[in-house]
């Protein structure tokens, strides 16, 4: 399979904003947990303009990142894995499995509490975390399971920007959410009269994300329905969207992403930590992260092969598939990101947080582990 140069672009990028993240994320929990662990948190609590700067960041910078989501799915859809019904069958398949196991394993634990609303934290895959993972395995990679990792991970990130949008919604101020589908609707006419000056767009993003902050519904959500009215033209890389598209990549990969791991992770360890992960909540988490993530998408993906509804693509095998799903237990970014929407409690909020680490961590070490056996021994 040869990879397009779009593709390989992203997944460099990913690939070391992985790397990254896993720097800062250990570097905060350090910090978080030194002798400088009381002003390090406060830092992260200091109020600008009426919110905190973590605040700012979870609102307001990760709108960007969620534009980036939308503007890589679009492409997806017109020219990537996503454009073919045949290409996009398997890892859509994939991605429902992987969504709805977790949710299941943590909701069988947790129906009925006051903790149930966390069933979303277990369904997100973390995109630069589980490429970075797999790209230490080197040329080994088939250049297909790289293909199939990464469109898994963006659909499941689409899975969970439906579930923040449906299920995390609180209350609903209509007047401001009919304002900033209404600035969409204008956006969207611009887009068919065919101009193609970013300026517009941009500005109305802003007032869009203003009126959506406002509004109940998530302000994030504002970033996945602009992308989809900036104009795609053609989809090379003349056109307004690739420009965005690559313009964004580096900020979001190793600024955007990297502030949102360390505003999250600045987490106070106590000595009782452990005492947590007997809740049903955590345990909810880790087991449908490490367990119901590689068992969905595995069951679902043989389920949709064996009924003939997808192709399981040449040189990808179910040992890759197994791997990739184990990769996709990887929550860490949509995971902390829906915690932080899911529950009110900051002891819930640190104990789920905890959790996600550990199944992040063994997550990413059984994938690893597991596809360098197979890979090596293919190898040899």
Known sequence: MKLTKTFKAFFENEKSGGLLLLFVTILSLGLANSSLQTEYIALWETDLGGHSITHWINDGLMTIFFLLIGLE?????????????????????????????????????????????????????????????????????????????????VIDDLGAIIVIAIFYTTSIAFVNLAIALGIWVFLFVLNRMKIHNLIPYLIGGVAMWYFMLNSGVHATITGVILAFVIPFGDGGEKSVSYKLQHFLHKPVAFIILPLFAVANTCIAIGSDWHQGLNHPNTLGIILGLVIGKPLGILL?????VSAGYCVLPKKLKWTHILGAGMLGGIGFTMSIFITILAFKDPEVIVFSKIAILIASLLSGVFGFVYLKYILSKKKA
């Open 73 to 153: 799915l679009e492409r997806e859809i017109y020219h990537g894995e996503l454009s073919s019904i045949k290409n996009a069958s398997l890892p859509i398949m994939a991605a429902f499995g992987g969504m709805l196991v977790p949710a299941a394993i943590f909701l069988a634990l947790n129906y009925g509490t006051n903790t149930q609303n966390g069933a979303g934290i277990p369904m997100a895959t973390d995109i630069a975390f589980a490429i970075g993972i797999l790209s230490l395995l080197g040329d080994k990679v088939p250049p297909s399971l790289k293909v199939f990792l990464t469109a898994l991970a």
């Open 300 to 304: 679902f993906s043989f389920i949709g």
